[in-house]
């Protein structure tokens, strides 16, 4: 199996998904030897690629891209037994450009809370670490709520197989999303390798600032609203003020945020320099002096979907005092000091004890260690190598040994009046799905016989003659379905598009649990012409209430239930009025009464420069939010016949500007 993973969203400077990506990624490079790896990264992400341990030469020494630490340089591929490259990295401006390398890959991987592009007719994995915008909503930016709002139940609902970190996030994503629990897996983080890797010994050689107090507490975090920095300054000024002499140091690590915490700011304001420091851009050896030396973690935040600093401590036998979150009992078992979040007295109690009772801090410490043996990535990379496979046969056999009901009879309407020659082609896509259970129609222009080879292909074929040009009526579906006793028909148009290999697959499996909507609607790519795929015919659901229909409503993408949509009336009576719009139609209508079954799978890949501009006014006078094509021909085609000379000449362009002509580009040359 060829694993595709989506790195494009990863930069060289960030938190902690960077280093949990590098260190996820590069132990699933060195364990899983049997699968290929496609590593589609952003031109400012390829640093951290290259210092992934596993692509280094053999014989380097091992630095993870996420350690810290300067790694060797990375040369590009290393190949299995047999000769061929095991590991590829593939540069890309943009996730779109994936579409371009579709042959690739089998499963699609998205481990950075993102499963795009849309890729959808194949396995997929995707990673999302916790939903905090369910809980904590005012932490957010207008902009950032609606994107979470609408991105992350997408992820959830789309890919094969969810994992999150935590069976808190597990069960707050089933809940809140309905999901299948079956979906849902659980794979734990780990601390950094460089922090638990004690190739050095701990002591001031690996601290090279500003004396460390003898005695501190430490925050390892960036200054997020919900990671509750003022609660923990709110303790130091009560201790101070108790007994000033034996206050307690604390020091931050972490950047200030737009919208977050001005920690440097109310260290000031509060006259706490003397006792509070941060510091930023620490090296991992570093940090783990800080861990090493400190008297305790103190964690006083109000959510965490995992808990990366609670994992580490114990891993560095660093005791812990945090807030009494789930995510955090399940992390830290009985090896920390729980207080309740957003008490300050009940931290300060804490912080105290732990200073006056050295037993205790050892006898923390020691259940630290015990507790963090059962976080590694070695054993989180080997549950992504079953994680990948279980998802592969879920995504082929959906059912898998559980009863189901016999398979629906799917009627596919072949139009090949507006392209007579590209009949054979659409039905070969309809065949390569190998659904058995499936009639085939096609309908002739004029006195024009069906071709040889169709027949031959499918000796039960039938052909009509139809003189009328253009996407089908509902009456001419409608026949389809009384001659074949079909159980769900829908048209595919010649010369216009194809069936995905796994289309049929995915509408029956949908309708097998889905039994009482007359109306069911799939997602297409769009190219242009014989250019690459770049954009996805869907419905969008905004996470506000709001949808919108995005791209087209392509033929290939509905299919109906002709029985339940006759015992609907409302249904009926719209087929009845409508004209050549009728599907658009007849999907809002569908929509707004319940009665769409909505299908998160590819299931046709199609020519927008094919649709003539009849069709595209139509659809956008019905609110669809069409691709403007005015003429019928692609725009920006010759600036896209320049790429393969401008994209190396922009490697020699600082980074910024190469995000910003990415940017343009995009604009210039879209459809």
Same mark, same amino acid.
């Given at each position: 199996?060829?694993?595709?993973?989506?790195?494009?969203?990863?930069?060289?400077h960030?938190? /902690? @998904?960077?280093?949990?990506?590098?260190?996820?990624?590069?132990?699933?490079?060195?364990?899983?030897t049997?699968?290929?790896?496609?590593?589609?990264?952003? &031109?400012?992400?390829?640093?951290?690629?290259?210092?992934?341990?596993?692509?280094?030469?053999?014989?380097?020494? =091992? *630095?993870?891209?996420?350690?810290?630490?300067?790694?060797?340089?990375?040369?590009?591929h290393?190949?299995?037994?047999?000769?061929?490259?095991?590991?590829?990295?593939?540069? #890309?401006?943009?996730?779109?450009?994936?579409?371009? *390398?579709?042959?690739?890959?089998?499963?699609?991987?998205?481990?950075?809370?993102?499963?795009? &592009?849309?890729?959808?007719?194949?396995? !997929?994995?995707?990673?999302?670490?916790?939903?905090?915008?369910?809980?904590? &909503?005012?932490?957010?930016?207008?902009?950032?709520?609606?994107?979470?709002?609408?991105?992350?139940?997408?992820?959830?609902?789309?890919?094969?197989?969810?994992?999150?970190?935590?069976?808190?996030?597990?069960?707050?994503?089933?809940?809140?999303?309905?999901?299948?629990p079956?979906?849902?897996?659980?794979?734990?983080?780990?601390?950094?390798?460089?922090?638990?890797?004690?190739?050095?010994?701990?002591?001031?050689?690996?601290?090279?600032?500003?004396?460390?107090? =003898?005695?501190?507490f430490?925050? $390892?975090?960036?200054?997020?609203?919900?990671?509750?920095?003022?609660?923990?300054l709110?303790g130091?000024?009560?201790?101070?003020?108790?007994?000033?002499?034996?206050?307690?140091?604390?020091?931050?690590t972490?950047?200030?945020?737009?919208?977050? +915490?001005p920690?440097?700011?109310?260290?000031?304001?509060?006259?706490?320099q003397?006792?509070?420091?941060?510091?930023?851009?620490?090296?991992i050896?570093?940090?783990?002096?800080?861990y090493?030396?400190?008297?305790?973690? #103190?964690? $006083?935040?109000?959510?965490?979907?995992f808990?990366?600093?609670?994992?580490?401590?114990?891993?560095?036998?660093? $005791?812990?005092?945090?807030?009494?979150?789930?995510?955090?009992?399940e992390?830290?078992?009985?090896?920390?000091?729980?207080?309740?979040?957003?008490?300050?007295?009940?931290?300060?109690?804490?912080m105290?004890?732990?200073?006056?009772?050295?037993?205790?801090? %050892?006898?923390?410490?020691?259940?630290?260690?015990?507790?963090?043996?059962?976080?590694?990535?070695?054993?989180?990379?080997?549950?992504?190598?079953?994680?990948?496979?279980?998802? @592969?046969?879920?995504?082929?056999?959906?059912?898998g040994s559980?009863?189901?009901?016999?398979?629906?009879?799917?009627? %596919?309407?072949?139009?090949?009046?507006?392209?007579?020659?590209?009949?054979?082609?659409?039905?070969?896509?309809?065949?390569?799905?190998?659904? !058995?259970?499936?009639?085939i129609?096609?309908?002739?222009?004029?006195?024009?016989?069906?071709?040889t080879?169709?027949?031959?292909? #499918?000796?039960?074929?039938?052909?009509?003659? =139809?003189?009328?040009?253009?996407?089908?009526?509902?009456?001419?579906?409608?026949?389809?379905?009384?001659?074949?006793?079909?159980?769900? %028909?829908?048209?595919?148009?010649?010369?216009?598009s194809?069936?995905?290999?796994t289309?049929l697959?995915?509408?029956?499996?949908?309708?097998?649990?889905?039994?009482?909507?007359?109306?069911?609607?799939?997602?297409?790519?769009q190219?242009?012409?014989?250019?690459?795929?770049?954009?996805?015919?869907?419905?969008?659901?905004?996470?506000?209430?709001?949808?919108?229909?995005?791209?087209?409503?392509?033929?290939?993408?509905?299919?109906?239930?002709?029985?339940?949509?006759?015992?609907?009336?409302?249904?009926?009576?719209?087929?009845?009025?409508?004209?050549?719009?009728?599907?658009?139609?007849? #999907?809002?209508?569908?929509?707004?009464?319940?009665?769409?079954?909505?299908?998160r799978?590819? +299931?046709?890949?199609?020519?927008?420069?094919?649709?003539? +501009?009849?069709?595209?006014?139509?659809?956008?006078?019905?609110?669809? =939010?069409?691709?403007?094509?005015?003429?019928?021909?692609?725009?920006?085609?010759?600036?896209?016949?320049?790429?393969?000379l401008?994209?190396?000449?922009?490697?020699?362009l600082p980074?910024?500007?190469?995000?910003? /002509?990415?940017r343009?580009?995009r604009?210039?040359t879209?459809?």
């Open positions: 199996m060829r694993i595709g993973v989506n790195a494009v969203p990863l930069r060289t960030g938190g /902690g @998904a960077r280093y949990v990506f590098a260190e996820l990624i590069d132990r699933l490079l060195a364990i899983d049997q699968r290929r790896y496609v590593l589609f990264a952003h &031109p400012l992400a390829m640093d951290v690629i290259r210092g992934l341990s596993a692509l280094q030469p053999r014989g380097a020494a =091992e *630095h993870p891209a996420g350690s810290g630490d300067t790694a060797p340089p990375a040369r590009a290393f190949a299995s037994g047999n000769g061929a490259p095991r590991v590829r990295v593939i540069e #890309v401006a943009c996730e779109e450009e994936i579409f371009d *390398h579709l042959d690739a890959f089998d499963l699609f991987f998205g481990p950075l809370n993102n499963l795009q &592009p849309r890729i959808y007719d194949r396995p !997929t994995v995707a990673i999302l670490h916790d939903i905090q915008e369910h809980f904590y &909503p005012q932490y957010f930016s207008p902009g950032d709520l609606a994107a979470r709002r609408e991105i992350y139940p997408e992820i959830c609902r789309s890919a094969t197989t969810l994992v999150t970190i935590s069976e808190f996030c597990r069960r707050t994503m089933i809940e809140r999303f309905s999901l299948d079956q979906r849902v897996e659980v794979v734990y983080n780990a601390p950094q390798s460089g922090l638990t890797r004690h190739d050095r010994p701990f002591g001031e050689d690996t601290w090279s600032r500003e004396p460390l107090p =003898e005695s501190f430490f925050y $390892p975090a960036n200054c997020y609203p919900h990671k509750n920095h003022a609660l923990l709110d130091l000024e009560r201790m101070r003020a108790a007994d000033p002499a034996s206050a307690p140091h604390l020091v931050f972490g950047f200030e945020i737009d919208g977050g +915490f920690l440097r700011n109310e260290i000031c304001r509060r006259g706490l003397s006792h509070a420091r941060v510091y930023e851009d620490l090296a050896a570093e940090l783990r002096t800080l090493h030396r400190a008297a305790a973690l #103190v964690m $006083p935040t109000r959510f965490e979907g808990g990366m600093p609670a994992v580490e401590a114990l891993a560095m036998g660093c $005791p812990i005092v945090c807030s009494d979150l789930p995510p955090l009992r992390i830290c078992g009985d090896a920390a000091l729980f207080v309740p979040c957003d008490d300050a007295a009940a931290l300060t109690a804490a105290q004890r732990l200073m006056r009772d050295p037993a205790l801090r %050892v006898d923390l410490a020691a259940r630290g260690l015990k507790q963090a043996q059962r976080f590694s990535w070695d054993s989180s990379a080997r549950r992504f190598m079953d994680i990948f496979a279980a998802a @592969a046969a879920r995504f082929s056999d959906p059912g559980a009863p189901r009901p016999a398979s629906p009879r799917i009627g %596919v309407l072949v139009n090949g009046t507006l392209a007579p020659d590209a009949i054979e082609p659409a039905v070969r896509s309809i065949l390569r799905n190998g659904y !058995t259970n499936v009639a129609r096609v309908v002739l222009p004029d006195d024009r016989p069906l071709p080879a169709v027949s031959a292909m #499918v000796p039960a074929v039938s052909a009509v003659v =139809e003189r009328k040009s253009g996407p089908a009526a509902w009456p001419q579906l409608a026949r389809f379905s009384d001659d074949e006793r079909l159980d769900l %028909v829908g048209e595919m148009i010649a010369g216009r194809s069936l995905t290999p289309a697959m995915s509408l029956a499996d949908a309708a097998s649990r889905d039994a009482d909507s007359p109306v069911l609607l799939g997602e297409a790519w190219r242009i012409g014989s250019e690459p795929v770049r954009s996805v015919a869907r419905l969008r659901e905004l996470g506000d209430g709001r949808w919108l229909l995005h791209g087209f409503i392509h033929a290939e993408m509905l299919f109906v239930r002709p029985r339940l949509l006759a015992a609907w009336a409302e249904g009926a009576a719209l087929l009845h009025a409508c004209g050549a719009d009728w599907r658009i139609r007849l #999907v809002r209508l569908a929509r707004q009464s319940g009665r769409l079954c909505h299908i799978r590819t +299931f046709a890949v199609c020519d927008v420069s094919r649709i003539p +501009f009849a069709e595209r006014a139509a659809a956008a006078a019905c609110g669809v =939010e069409v691709i403007h094509l005015p003429d019928g021909r692609p725009t920006g085609g010759w600036l896209r016949r320049l790429k393969p401008l994209k190396p000449a922009s490697r020699i980074g910024a500007w190469r995000v910003q /002509g990415e343009w580009w604009r210039l879209r459809a």
